[in-house]
């Protein structure tokens, strides 16, 4: 097990669709390890395999004092829907208001190949739907209200850690503030 380094926006490997597992040997629960030991370290609560520039559909959380993670993932969305502010590792100390589905029911694997089936609500829905969104290339700026995104945009392009991985490629690593004010990113 070992801490992988967290890829930040502006990587293309965040926005390309990964592929789905098709070998659940150790090589994979060795991945779950890293996800779970990257997301613990980061500190955050959710981390998905394209986050540590690995192209697959598995993904890690940390909701509610409970670890799991879920490999090829399909996911059932209520139609009510809940707001809340929401973070990325990949977009260090940008926050903003993101509609997401109230409930989820999420079908996938386990590290083993069993299938198993999470249900979650809230926070957990939330963060499975954010994390989901990752295995398509899909980012929570992309989920934000017209205005909100044209703000986290500025607030991306004036940030510290955006400019620095414009300058010198993207295998930059900014860490977290240890100070953040807001909860856990996902
Ligand atoms: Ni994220």
Same mark, same amino acid.
């Given at each position: ?11 293309? *490997? ?11 040997? #150790? ?14 370290? %980061? ?19 940390? *909701?509610?004092? %409970? ?33 997401? %589905? ?47 995104? #044209?703000?986290?945009? #500025? ?14 490629? *993207?295998?930059?690593? *900014? ?12």
């Amino acid at each position: 097990m070992s801490i992988q380094q967290i890829r930040l926006f502006g990587d293309p *490997v965040l926005t390309t669709p990964a592929s789905n597992v098709t070998t659940f040997d #150790k090589e994979l629960r060795t991945l779950v390890a890293d996800l779970t030991e990257t997301m613990l370290e %980061a500190p955050g609560a959710g981390l998905a395999a394209p986050q540590i520039g690995v192209p697959l559909r598995v993904f890690v959380w940390d *909701v509610d004092e %409970a670890l799991g993670h879920l490999i090829n993932p399909t996911l059932d969305l209520s139609d009510e829907m809940q707001d809340g502010e929401e973070g990325c590792l990949s977009f260090p100390e940008i926050r903003y208001d993101t509609p997401r %589905a109230m409930r989820v029911v999420a079908k996938g694997f386990n590290m083993h190949g069993e299938p198993i089936t999470i249900e979650g609500t809230e926070f957990l829905a939330r963060a499975l739907q954010h994390e989901n969104d990752h295995l398509n290339g899909i980012l929570f700026i992309d989920k934000l209200s017209k205005s909100n995104r #044209k703000l986290a945009m #500025k607030e991306i392009r004036e940030s510290d850690w955006f400019a620095q991985a414009s300058q010198s490629g *993207v295998d930059i690593q *900014v860490k977290e503030s240890p100070h953040s004010m807001f909860g856990r990113n996902i």
